[in-house]
């Protein structure tokens, strides 16, 4: 991983990564090498290069450990896991998704991913964060609001060892983020602001969307070439709240010339006046 992003920040400056710890289908621990591990993190430093996991997709925060003991085990020791590698390579953090509630109740689902949440914190006691994503609004529309991310955050055991990944298309298709009017990233903007939402977000998903607003289906398109304004974006990108806040690309990539069109956009919309 520290090679392939050396290359890619030589050839085309990008200074910040996202990587699967392991296996992205699979909960299954990795033993990996502390030596290969150390290895890269010292490429990355050396090069001032930024880094991010991201969690294996079967993971569910919301996993009952009192329905589902064994499986919610494998949860938490997964999650321990890429946090281990990750404090190891030194990533900043794990952005893992909220969770998929399966109970009529939505409260107990919350307890749920408390609950997960702080087995987590109590298993693992190193410095890297556990970074919640928003979600596209499928599976009863749990985890897209900024409410629910900063009220799980405070409840948990150890708040400060719990951050934010902000995912532009999931909040676009959601309903949260309303591109489409020319008020509604301003809006977007102060809503975080005042739920106290945006001082904790570390990594943004730069993603535009396939699907049109509200349509809750997260499906990511190139940028410029979905259903996300290039203006409302810009917008967004350049307010002060994200400033400094790790960019990542999360779009199919071009079979021809892979990103580079989408970073030069990206760079225009971080830079230009």
Same mark, same amino acid.
């Given at each position: 991983m520290a090679e392939r992003a050396i290359a890619l920040f030589e050839q085309n400056g990008c200074s910040s990564f996202q990587f699967f710890s392991k296996n992205p289908r699979s909960l299954q621990v990795k033993h990996f090498s502390t030596a290969e591990a150390e290895r890269c993190r010292q490429l990355m430093e050396q090069y001032r290069l930024r880094s991010v996991i991201h969690s294996a997709y079967p993971l569910n925060l919301a996993t009952s450990i009192q329905d589902q003991p064994e499986v919610a085990i494998q949860h938490v020791h997964s999650l321990c896991n890429d946090l281990e590698i990750a404090e190891a390579t030194g990533a900043i953090g794990v952005v893992v =998704?909220?969770?998929?509630?399966?109970?009529?109740?939505?409260?107990?689902?919350?307890?749920?991913?408390?609950?997960?949440?702080?087995?987590?914190?109590?298993?693992?006691?190193?410095?890297?964060?556990?970074?919640?994503?928003?979600?596209?609004?499928?599976?009863?529309?749990?985890?897209?609001?900024?409410?629910?991310?900063?009220?799980?955050?405070?409840?948990?055991?150890?708040?400060?060892?719990?951050?934010?990944?902000?995912?532009?298309? =999931?909040? $676009?298709?959601?309903?949260?983020? =309303?591109?489409?009017?020319?008020?509604?990233? !301003?809006?977007?903007?102060? =809503?975080? !602001?005042?739920?106290? $939402?945006?001082?904790?977000?570390?990594?943004?998903?730069?993603?535009?969307?396939?699907?049109?607003?509200?349509?809750?289906?997260?499906?990511?398109?190139?940028?410029?070439?979905?259903?996300?304004?290039?203006?409302?974006?810009?917008?967004?990108?350049?307010?002060?709240?994200l400033n400094g806040v790790m960019n990542v690309l999360e779009t199919p990539a071009s079979d021809v010339s892979f990103h580079q069109a989408e970073w030069e956009i990206l760079r225009t919309l971080q830079y230009s006046n």
């Amino acid at each position: 991983m520290a090679e392939r992003a050396i290359a890619l920040f030589e050839q085309n400056g990008c200074s910040s990564f996202q990587f699967f710890s392991k296996n992205p289908r699979s909960l299954q621990v990795k033993h990996f090498s502390t030596a290969e591990a150390e290895r890269c993190r010292q490429l990355m430093e050396q090069y001032r290069l930024r880094s991010v996991i991201h969690s294996a997709y079967p993971l569910n925060l919301a996993t009952s450990i009192q329905d589902q003991p064994e499986v919610a085990i494998q949860h938490v020791h997964s999650l321990c896991n890429d946090l281990e590698i990750a404090e190891a390579t030194g990533a900043i953090g794990v952005v893992v =998704h909220f969770g998929i509630v399966k109970k009529s109740n939505r409260l107990e689902g919350y307890r749920d991913i408390l609950t997960t949440l702080n087995a987590v914190l109590t298993m693992y006691k190193g410095p890297t964060l556990i970074l919640l994503e928003n979600q596209a609004g499928l599976h009863g529309g749990i985890g897209s609001t900024f409410e629910e991310h900063v009220q799980i955050k405070q409840l948990c055991m150890d708040p400060d060892r719990i951050g934010f990944c902000f995912d532009t298309c =999931h909040a $676009y298709v959601s309903g949260l983020w =309303h591109a489409d009017d020319q008020s509604g990233t !301003e809006q977007l903007i102060l =809503h975080g !602001e005042r739920v106290g $939402y945006w001082d904790d977000v570390e990594v943004v998903h730069v993603n535009d969307a396939a699907e049109p607003y509200g349509s809750l289906r997260d499906r990511h398109a190139q940028l410029g070439k979905g259903q996300i304004p290039l203006a409302a974006m810009k917008e967004l990108l350049s307010t002060p709240q994200l400033n400094g806040v790790m960019n990542v690309l999360e779009t199919p990539a071009s079979d021809v010339s892979f990103h580079q069109a989408e970073w030069e956009i990206l760079r225009t919309l971080q830079y230009s006046n």
